[in-house]
């Protein structure tokens, strides 16, 4: 067994033991639960556990208290639905209109069942890791490059998202401006004409 298993109280005793003793130990932190019970049976060899064991304790130390993630469920729901129906939801009826009332409503329907089978895989990968962060999770199920390329992503989209409510806001407080402002002048397509696409 490494240091860092002995440091931690995982001894061989406990790695062999049952799942009571497991559970006394533990508590509430499934993710280290379902390592410890993985390579007792034989599923993960001894570098995985070591690899995903000191991933779950990043984890827990930023994560987790007492088992339970920070982020209460109505604070889940509403970062959702905001992302959900975020700016993207102004542009939908244009992009309808472009592409057909069969194919776009296809397409709609696609990627709203490959968006459905993604988020069951990720909780389906969390609940069997424990892991409850995209980066964590890239890290535990493919290695540290997967967390480095996921936080890439995350940061990438963030910035752009960004930009793109920027051009809506800017869009949509021209007129605003006009209205409390009358007789206001070098607003008038200023920030209307700016475009990333």
């Known amino acids: 067994m490494t240091n860092?298993?002995?440091?931690?109280?995982?001894?061989?005793?406990?790695?062999?033991?049952?799942?009571?003793?497991?559970?006394?130990?533990f508590g509430q932190n499934p993710g280290t639960r379902i390592l410890v019970t993985e390579y007792q049976a034989g599923l993960l060899s001894e570098?995985?556990?070591?690899?995903?064991?000191?991933?779950?304790?990043?984890?827990?130390?930023?994560?987790?208290?007492?088992?339970?993630?920070?982020?209460?469920?109505?604070?889940?729901?509403?970062?959702?639905?905001c992302t959900a129906i975020g700016a993207g939801v102004l542009t939908?009826?244009?992009?309808?209109?472009?592409?057909?009332?069969?194919?776009?409503?296809?397409?709609?329907?696609?990627?709203?069942v490959l968006s459905s089978y993604a988020g069951e895989l990720l909780v389906a990968a969390s609940k069997r890791t424990g892991m409850t962060s995209y980066g964590t999770l890239a890290r535990a199920t493919c290695g540290k490059w997967a967390e480095l390329l996921t936080s890439a992503c995350i940061a990438i989209t963030t910035w752009l998202v960004m930009g793109s409510y920027m051009i809506v806001m800017a869009d949509?407080?021209?007129?605003?401006?006009?209205?409390?402002?009358p007789g206001i002048t070098g607003f008038t397509g200023g920030y209307s004409a700016l475009r990333l696409w």
């Open 47 to 81: 570098s995985q556990f070591d690899q995903a064991y000191d991933c779950q304790l990043e984890h827990d130390n930023g994560k987790y208290k007492d088992g339970q993630s920070r982020m209460e469920v109505k604070d889940a729901v509403y970062a959702l639905v």
């Open 172 to 181: 949509m407080m021209v007129p605003v401006l006009e209205w409390i402002i």
């Open 4 to 25: 860092m298993r002995d440091s931690a109280g995982l001894s061989e005793e406990l790695l062999t033991g049952d799942k009571q003793q497991l559970q006394a130990t």
């Open 92 to 112: 939908l009826p244009y992009a309808l209109a472009q592409s057909g009332l069969i194919a776009g409503t296809s397409i709609l329907l696609g990627i709203g």
